[in-house]
């Protein structure tokens, strides 16, 4: 295999050069990483007006400290994802509010997730593995015969669509626009947009909501066996009064639209991180052919080396220190996951993908403790079985470079290549 081109790396060397809304840090995280991570593992980042953090173990403690460090409405209205009042005022006037109950504070997080679990458990995901097999095997059938396919557009991305939809209960007929709704949820994570972009990404999510509501109508008359039918039939237990009570139609919605969007972009992003890694270091694909059972630790290594999620905020609920830094009430952290599973205290050698490291599976793409995301092992699954039958009925996989510069999509949460394309022969 010819080895794909690497990146020309981050220009900076000194933590006061580096901003985490710089298009050119972002194309090169883990280098702007190692520089902060130098200065320090918890720094004070005076363009976002928060501490950045980058080391594992300062990571892991805010993760692990919830009533600490919160997640849910003490960071909606600190660093509020839609900024624009005239795009965030569309909610009221058009839709439902933009409402996470999946990223809530505890004790309601606990309540919702303990609703949406099991049916995101092993035991119930082993139950569609046919299913899910199936849909791997027919979309490698629309490509085989071409030898050379654009990966993102014609795998990564339908792979996780089609199963998510299918566990929601939405029809496939309907697959492109729900994408289409998908980039729109997503689109206020990269940061910095206009008013004219994020009213356009809001008025999408105003349709998707529609949609749900919608769909929920009608498996209210008609139940299926499917995610939202179950959120239609249950009932969470309410942190303020203590009664149980049927989830409200904002709750429902959000929830499904989490799922939705979680449940297809982290997945299509580290299948194509995947076959990025693959290119980059062609001795692996020929020890995971050789040894399939290794897949497992690929799938995890990739997850670590390429985080599709490269981090979120956290709020600072009273004053408190981390790793000797002192952090006062109110402040947010900009915690970086993709540092964490980068740091070489951890994670020696970090960038070079290990299928023998025995710690593989301790990192952060999806977070730890009660906020750990909801769809990790559904992901996990979807990724095993697909680099599973990838490598059985393809063989001779190779970059095309002459398509691809492998950059990434800007953003400051998110690490997704724009596309990527690869040559094959069928086995």
Known sequence: MSQAPASGGCPYQQAAEIDLMDPIVQENW?????????????????????HVLTGYDEIEYVLRHPQLFSAG?????AEPLIKHPEASALYDNKGWPRYTPLGENLPKHKYYRALVDPKLAAGELKRREPFVREVINELIDQFIDNTE??????FAEPLPMIV?????GFPRMDLPQLKVWSEAWVRPFSRGLTLEQETDAVEKHIELQHYIHAAMQDKRKRPRDDIISHLLSCEVEDADTGKHRPLTDTEVIGITD?????????TAFALSNGLWLLFRFPEVEQTLRADPERIKNFVEETL????????????????????GVALTRGSVLS??????????????DPGVPDLARKNAGRHLAFGLGEHVCPGATLSRFEQNWAWQILLSRL???????????????PGIWLRALGQIHMKFQPA
């Open 304 to 323: 670590r080396i390429e985080s599709p999620t490269q981090g979120l905020f956290r709020y600072v609920t009273e004053d408190t220190e981390v790793g």
């Open 335 to 348: 915690i970086r996951y993709g540092a964490g599973n980068r740091d070489p205290l951890r994670f020696p």
């Open 258 to 266: 989490h799922l939705l969007i979680g449940g297809n972009e982290t």
């Open 30 to 50: 883990f280098d702007a990483y190692d520089i902060l991570r130098k200065e320090s593992p918890i720094y004070y980042m005076p363009q976002l007006g928060m």
């Open 149 to 154: 396919v654009e990966f993102m557009g014609a």
């Open 395 to 409: 063989q001779s996989i190779e970059p095309v470079p002459e398509k691809d510069n492998y950059r990434h999509l």
């Open 73 to 77: 409405a003490d960071v909606r209205d």
């Open 164 to 168: 998510i939809a299918e566990l929601l």
